[in-house]
C-alpha cells in the first residue's frame, strides 16, 4: 500500500462524502490528494500516490504516464492565478471513487475567470494502492470524436515540453510545493 496521509502532508483532508458514502482511509488519502491536485498544490509524494503507467483523463487531453501526467497537475500553477474549490462531494465510494468538483479558475496574465463543474472518477489499483487513471470529466462528459482526441493526445505530449516537474523533493520544496 501506498504512505499514508501524513507522509505525503496533504492538504484536503476534510473530505466531504454524500449521505450513505463511506471511504476508507486510504481511498481519503487518494482522494485529498487529488483535490490537492485539482487545487493547483501538486507535490511529487502526492504523485508518488499514482501509478507510473497512469492515465489522466479530461476534456483538453488524454496523459498516459508519469511523463505526460505529472506535468499537467503542475500546469495548473503556471497557467492559473488564482484556484478556487467551489464545492466537492464525494458521491460514490467505489472503485471508480466519484466525486462532484466544481473549481473557479482565474488564468494568469489575462484574468479570465473560468468556472467548470466535474464528475470526476478516480480509478485504483486494489492491490498497490496506486491509482491508474482519472477522469475529469466537464459538465459530466468527455469528448468522444476522434478529432478531438487528436487535440487531446497532442496536448499530452506538448505540455510535458513547456512544463519542467521537480527533479526531487528538495526542487519540490524550493516551488512552494509539498
Known amino acids: 500500500m501506498a504512505s499514508g496521509s501524513s507522509d505525503i502532508n496533504i492538504e484536503n483532508t476534510n473530505i466531504k462524502t454524500a449521505s450513505g458514502v463511506s471511504l476508507d482511509d486510504h481511498q481519503k488519502t487518494l482522494v485529498g490528494s487529488v483535490l490537492d491536485l485539482f ?16 492515465v489522466f483523463e479530461d476534456p483538453i487531453t488524454i496523459a498516459t504516464g508519469r511523463k505526460q501526467y505529472e506535468p499537467q497537475w503542475y500546469g495548473l500553477q503556471a497557467a492559473f492565478k488564482e484556484i478556487e474549490r467551489l464545492h466537492h462531494e464525494v458521491t460514490d465510494g467505489g472503485n471508480p471513487i466519484g ?9 494568469k496574465g489575462i484574468g479570465k475567470e473560468q468556472t467548470i463543474a466535474s464528475k470526476v ?8 494502492g496506486k491509482i491508474t487513471k482519472v477522469e475529469d470529466k466537464w459538465d459530466g462528459q468527455l469528448p468522444d470524436s476522434s478529432f478531438t482526441n487528436i487535440f487531446r493526445q497532442l496536448n499530452s505530449v506538448t505540455v510535458p515540453t513547456m512544463i519542467s516537474v521537480p527533479k526531487n523533493d528538495e526542487e519540490d520544496r524550493q516551488r512552494g510545493n509539498q
Do not use: E, M, Q
Not at 40 to 46: A, I, Q, T, V, W
Not at 99 to 107: A, G, H, M, N, Q
Not at 121 to 128: A, G, R
Open 121 to 128: 472518477n478516480i480509478f485504483y489499483d486494489k492491490d498497490s
Open 39 to 54: 487545487a493547483g498544490r501538486p507535490s511529487l509524494k502526492k504523485l508518488s500516490l499514482w501509478a507510473d503507467d497512469g
Open 99 to 107: 466525486l462532484d468538483l466544481k473549481t473557479r479558475y482565474v488564468v
